[in-house]
């Protein structure tokens, strides 16, 4: 009995032995696969409008008179170039019997033939907006003078490029109407428009030869006549010609100033256009990777010299007027509107309250509140706009009866 007992009990053992081993190799079920990431929404861009305020022209922030008396002959230009169309007609009709020594007939004459609104930026992501602001940023720019010549040499080896004849302008307009004011530049590859080279690519190769407009002796300087747009070039010989905007290779404008305050290389109150050449003059080896920051590049064309005591034409196609004449962006400020512009003068430190006249705009000069004060001609007016960078209110001024939004460029 006791020998069957030990049978049974093995066997009990192997079946219990078997029964694990089967078990141990049995397919486990695989675990569910993880669900998939999804990516983070992205962001609206961020869009900035015009709000355009309605205000009594007596509430206008207080101004001097001989400022009326400066911006007077600008306003007039804009006469010259817009006098004919309807919304403007009368009002620039009216001009011609206003006595031009008379500040207060001048300021009696905006009083009574334009309407005065508040300009503050709102912004947008996607449709949800984020705030208003009634404050942005003046700047300044002025004509410089440069020395050059028509032929290079080794004093002189620095070009000046006008606009070369395979930069393609596409006017997107043209195509989608929604696209109005928006323009395309760049080459044609093949059957295919690719960009345009951009300012490193240009300084690196040799691919605008045969397009040198004139050829100057400091690199540095050219390139500041790029920010300027416009600029006088003087000979040995003493005859000087007059060099104006012709053209964009259609790269984005970045600021070199930006650039070194997010390098650590200086502040943001040094990045004038002084402390730039500074720094320049204490780097002259990374002097052309600074540059290089900034792709836009700006092509020119020659002028005469014409009147020396008027400035040179700007965005509005009329001279522009030193210390009275404004560039703004076409999208949101009317070109040749007027404005009362408040902000700080760069040559005292004090508030200035001016009208001026927008009369030219700038591949830096984005939204409804960004402003760029045109000084004159030569070094003196360099060193004000050089130190320009403040803060700036504007109010606008439309002939009665035409609602802002039906003058700016569209």
């Not at 596409?170 to 109005?180: K, N, Q, R, S």
């Not at 300084?203 to 300087?221: C, K, S």
């Not at 990777?289 to 009329?318: C, K, T």
Request: charge should be neutral.
């Amino acid at each position: 009995m006791s020998t069957c007992l030990a049978a049974n009990s093995r066997r009990r053992l192997a079946i219990a032995l078997a029964a694990t081993a089967l078990a141990g190799c049995a397919v486990r079920p695989t675990a569910p696969p993880p669900p998939p990431v999804k990516p983070p929404p992205v962001a609206a861009p961020i869009e900035t409008r015009a709000l355009y305020e309605p205000v009594v022209f007596e509430m206008l922030p207080g101004t001097r008179p001989e400022d009326w008396l400066s911006a007077w002959p600008a306003f007039l230009q804009t006469c010259r170039a817009l006098g004919k169309r309807d919304a403007w007609r009368d009002a620039c009709g009216a001009a011609e019997q206003v006595d031009v020594r008379d500040a207060a007939a001048i300021r009696s004459y905006f009083s009574t033939r334009f309407d005065a609104y508040r300009v503050l930026a709102r912004r947008f992501e996607g449709e949800r907006e984020i705030d208003t602001r009634d404050s942005g940023l003046a700047t300044g720019y002025y004509e410089p003078l440069l020395r050059g010549s028509r032929a290079r040499s080794e004093r002189y080896a620095t070009p000046i490029y006008r606009v070369p004849p395979d930069l393609l302008v596409i006017d997107l307009g043209a195509v989608h109407p929604e696209l109005a004011n928006l323009r395309l530049r760049g080459k044609l590859q093949g059957r295919r428009v690719v960009p345009y080279p951009s300012r490193g690519e240009i300084a690196a190769g040799d691919l605008l030869a045969g397009q040198e407009l004139l050829w100057v002796d400091d690199p540095v300087d050219a390139f500041f006549l790029q920010i300027q747009g416009s600029g006088r070039v003087q000979f040995d010989d003493g005859n000087m010609v007059r060099l104006g905007y012709g053209d964009q290779n259609g790269h984005p404008y970045r600021s070199i100033g930006r650039w070194l305050v997010d390098q650590g290389q200086m502040t943001l109150d040094e990045t004038s256009m002084a402390g730039i050449k500074s720094w320049i003059a204490r780097n002259p080896g990374r002097a052309q990777e600074l540059l290089d920051q900034n792709p836009s590049f700006v092509f020119f064309r020659e002028l005469p010299l014409g009147d020396p005591a008027a400035g040179p034409i700007g965005a509005l196609g009329v001279p522009l007027t030193a210390g009275a004449s404004v560039a703004a962006d076409p999208r949101h400020i009317p070109l040749g509107a007027p404005l009362v512009v408040s902000t700080t003068d760069p040559a005292s430190g004090n508030p200035l309250i001016r009208p001026m006249v927008a009369q030219d705009t700038g591949g830096a000069i984005r939204g409804p509140l960004r402003f760029d004060f045109f000084w004159g001609f030569g070094a003196e007016a360099g060193q004000i706009a050089g130190r320009q960078k403040y803060d700036a209110n504007a109010w606008l001024l439309v002939p009665k009866g035409a609602p802002p939004e039906s003058l700016l460029r569209r």
